[in-house]
């Protein structure tokens, strides 16, 4: 089996089943052939796997972006310290063989944006760095990226602000807190205050 959490080397489920699910019914909302998705923030796997599956129907493809160092100042740097994730990846995705339908590329998201014009991608994932400042310049960064139709969406989104019981604004560099992600949190809530949160995921239509 596909080894995504890593649970015997420091590691933590990345992304619930059920928010595979919502995944996956996002992909749906895409009612075109050979869909073009995006993914920032890729590490094991578990999500790429749920996209490029879609892609794998539909004659597709899903841009897989990440450096898989993991986020500095977060445990996910430890984790990468003492696993070749860039390894795992590649191996989890030739175990599903779902290795076809995914172009890796080992970059920082602000070195990939350059790569693709404006108006070419269908749904684009972000589930990269969670800091405000992280989360607010891939937001800014790949958002022209995509089609009109197309679908805008991301992990780690608990809820709107106005429901948050704590002050955002002093835990926007933190990458968790209090049980809430506060950077996406604010960032999501900024750029699309009106936008969906199904199961921590959110996501707009274009």
């Known amino acids: 089996m596909p080894n995504f959490d890593l ?57 897989a972006i990440d ?10 740097v430890d984790i990468a310290e003492k696993n070749n994730i860039l390894l795992l990846f590649r191996q989890n995705m030739e175990e599903l063989e779902l290795s076809n ?23 684009i994932f972000i589930d990269g760095d969670h800091r405000y400042t992280g989360i607010k310049k ?7 990226k995509l089609k009109s139709g197309g679908v805008f969406c991301g992990h780690d989104c608990e809820k709107h602000p106005s429901e948050v019981h704590f002050n955002l604004d002093e835990h926007l560099e933190e990458d968790w807190y209090d049980d809430i992600h506060p950077g996406v949190v604010k960032a999501v809530g900024e750029h699309f205050p009106n936008c969906n949160i199904d199961d921590d995921i959110w996501w707009v239509v274009k």
């Open 138 to 144: 891939d937001i800014e960064m790949w958002y022209p």
């Open 7 to 63: 649970v015997e080397n420091g590691g933590y489920g990345q992304v619930r089943l059920s928010q595979l699910s919502t995944l996956r019914n996002l992909c749906e909302i895409i009612k075109i052939p050979n869909p073009k998705l995006l993914e920032i923030g890729s590490w094991t796997g578990i999500s790429t796997s749920v996209l490029a599956q879609y892609a794998k129907e539909k004659d597709g493809v899903v841009y």
């Open 101 to 123: 339908w995914i172009k890796l590329k080992v970059m920082l998201s602000e070195k990939a944006v350059v790569e693709f014009p404006d108006n070419s991608l269908d749904l």
């Open 67 to 76: 450096w898989f160092k993991g986020t500095p100042h977060t445990t996910l």
